[in-house]
Antibody
């Protein structure tokens, strides 16, 4: 059973960079899947951020693309998210997830709350 | 504003049936399959339906999905109090805003 676990600071200062890592267990990050980040502001819906294939191919949400970088570390079986120039609007629960097809996310991490505040 | 449109809330009594709609366009639902996710309070989303009408292993057949044109529907029969949750539809959008897209979510209340 694939499991995903997010880790990273729970508090980031405005204008700073949000950095999260997702550790994958029970499966290989080199499998034929897209490794995604999805966020959910408090009390709101889901917003897809970006995804990466083990080859390094990426897809980004056009509305966030200018501030986002996603990377994969096959040696550690993990992938990471960097979101630059954050504001209070970036406060959310951030989920890492595995996309089994372009239309389906089969596995989700438990999520980690990141608050942007001084 | 979400790319896919869902009703904010639906409600029904235990044992009854409910449907949740998801409306999109030709660049998303019109040419791609739909997934549905259940999010219980305080937990991560869980896959309920994929490829518009298929259930992953372990999902009871009380949950069903369908798609027609640019809309999709999630059906839940034999409602239980444990079904109270937020439900999201999702797919891929092939337009200039390409990427994974979700509906705004529907809060199901089992009265």
């Amino acid at each position: 059973q694939v499991q995903l676990q997010e880790s990273g600071p729970g508090l980031v200062k405005p204008s700073g960079t949000l950095s999260l890592t997702c550790a994958v267990s029970g499966g290989s990050i080199s499998s034929s899947n897209w490794w995604s980040w999805v966020r959910q502001p408090p009390g709101k819906g889901l917003e897809w951020i970006a995804e990466i294939f083990h080859s390094g191919s990426t897809n980004y949400n056009p509305s966030l693309k200018s501030r986002v970088n996603i990377s994969v570390d096959k040696s550690k079986n993990q992938f990471s998210l960097n979101l630059r120039s954050v504001t209070a609007a970036d406060t959310a629960v951030y989920y890492c997830a595995r996309g089994d097809t372009m239309t389906m996310i089969a596995y989700w991490g438990q999520g980690t709350l990141v608050t942007v505040s001084s | 504003q979400s790319v896919l449109t869902q009703p904010p809330s639906v409600s029904a009594a235990p044992g009854q049936k409910v449907t949740i709609s998801c409306s999109g366009s030709s660049s998303n639902i019109g040419e791609n399959s739909v997934s549905w996710y259940q999010q219980l309070p305080g937990t991560a989303p869980k896959l309920l339906i994929y490829d518009s009408d298929k259930r992953p292993s372990g999902i009871p057949d009380r949950f069903s999905g369908s798609k027609s044109g640019t809309s999709a529907t999630l059906g839940i029969t034999g409602l239980q109090t444990g079904d109270e949750a937020d439900y999201y539809c999702g797919t891929w959008d092939s337009s200039l805003r390409a990427g994974r897209v979700f509906g705004g979510g529907t809060k199901l209340t089992v009265l």
